[in-house]
């Protein structure tokens, strides 16, 4: 930090001018040419760019994953090289440096830099700069039928403006800065999908029984049952309430058990709801992928909680935590691929479900079991400990390097 604060007591000994987002920027909306219009989306050449762009590919872009036909662009006029898209609805807080002139779609808004203000920036530093407005979208939105950033704010966040000398000082740090955290990144999540490798390898193993006798295969029809949620929606839930677990949660927050919920409803609506009790394994009916579909969640709560009607408690003399595994299977997997409905919502039904094959060892074996890969769990997956939480430290390390030289003092 010193080089940065030499540079600034040399050359902005006062402080920052900090300059209004709207005054710096030309901002304009993205679009999505009209899906029926075939020659919008036939042989196209100018890259348009979505949320997937970013995840895919990272946040400094030349190309895009599709592309639209130039007589799709309204009035002849792209975004110009060099300017920054912001999502501002939907999938909040992202943001990207498009290097060639580009459309985006709706959810993003793009700022191109005035010309009388290009002189004063080095774009990359506006692109470093761009992770406080992500900061600020996320704590500023309003919400209809989805999320969306506060535009009349956002026009009017403050930009600071430090001499080009300390701007270009701090694009050289955090380049060097983010090259070395990407590195040390890769190389823990390289080590972190190998040792997860190994967990499923040695999990599948386990719950294989193909060497052991005494075991039944059996469908989970004939030994438990499946109870389906009732329906409930997003105004039904509360801070505090009913306890809950929405089918959405299952594959995006919980691991293989858990014993408090996320989430709570309206005590208004206990008498429409369906429950899952302490020992029920509570399991996605539903998924944006094949994947996400019956992903499974023991229930080890002391308390019943409420399911959602595009879910299943499934209710056994089993041990949850054991039948949560087994789901996790390659065979499991392989069996329930038959069953899912393959729409623009995949899904699976309880009928389907209990056809499902699964192997049902002495309730004894199955907790020594649950032992056995509850340890293994936690040390491939817990972020409190291990490598996911070395990376999350490297993450967070990162972050507060960047935001310590993206501070400035504003001039009086």
């Not at 080095?122 to 939105?141: E, P, R, S």
């Not at 300390?166 to 740090?173: F, T």
């Not at 060097?176 to 190994?198: C, G, H, I, S, Y």
Request: proline fraction near 4%.
């Amino acid at each position: 930090m010193s080089r940065i604060d030499d540079l600034i007591k040399q050359h902005a000994p006062d402080g920052v001018e900090y300059i209004e987002l709207a005054e710096l920027f030309t901002m304009k909306n993205g679009y999505t040419p009209s899906k029926s219009d075939a020659s919008a989306w036939t042989d196209g050449t100018v890259p348009w760019f979505r949320m997937e762009d970013i995840r895919e590919n990272g946040r400094v872009l030349d190309d895009s994953i599709q592309h639209i036909a130039e007589t799709a662009v309204k009035g002849g006029r792209l975004f110009p090289a060099n300017s920054i898209i912001v999502a501002t609805s939907a999938t909040i807080g992202e943001h990207a440096l498009i290097t060639v002139p580009h459309l985006s779609n709706q959810r993003f808004t793009s700022l191109a830099l005035k010309p009388k203000y290009e002189d004063q920036f080095d774009i990359k530093f506006v692109y470093y700069y761009c992770y406080v407005l992500d900061a600020w979208c996320k704590n500023n939105t309003t919400t209809s039928s989805f999320a969306s950033v506060d535009m009349a704010g956002f026009k009017k966040f403050r930009f600071p403006v430090p001499p080009l000398e300390v701007q270009r000082e701090i694009v050289r740090m955090l380049d060097a800065f983010t090259e070395l955290e990407a590195e040390l990144e890769a190389e823990l999540e390289a080590e972190l999908e190998a040792r997860r490798a190994q967990y499923a390898h040695y999990r599948d193993a386990l719950l294989s029984f193909t060497e052991r006798e005494g075991v039944r295969w059996i469908p989970m029809s004939e030994f438990g049952t499946f109870i389906r949620g009732r329906r409930f929606t997003k105004g039904d839930m509360v801070a505090e309430g009913i306890p809950s677990i929405h089918y959405g949660e299952i594959y995006t927050h919980y691991g293989v058990y858990a014993s408090e919920t996320l989430s709570h409803v309206r005590e208004e609506i206990r008498g429409t709801l369906r429950f899952a009790q302490p020992g029920d394994v509570v399991i996605a009916g539903v998924g944006e992928t094949v994947e996400d579909v019956a992903k499974a969640v023991a229930w080890l709560g002391d308390c019943d909680v409420a399911i959602h009607d595009d879910s299943f408690a499934f209710r056994s003399d089993a041990d949850p935590t054991y039948i949560a595994y087994v789901m996790q299977t390659a065979d499991f997997q392989a069996q329930k691929e038959k069953h899912v409905a393959r729409g623009k919502v995949k899904r699976v039904g309880g009928a389907n479900l209990g056809r499902i094959v699964v192997p049902v060892p002495s309730i004894d074996d199955q907790r020594k079991i649950v032992g056995v890969l509850n340890s293994f769990d936690a040390l491939v997956n817990d972020l409190s400990s291990g490598l996911p939480a070395e990376i999350e430290a490297r993450r967070a390390q990162y972050e507060y390097y960047r935001d310590r030289l993206l501070s400035f003092e504003e001039a009086a």
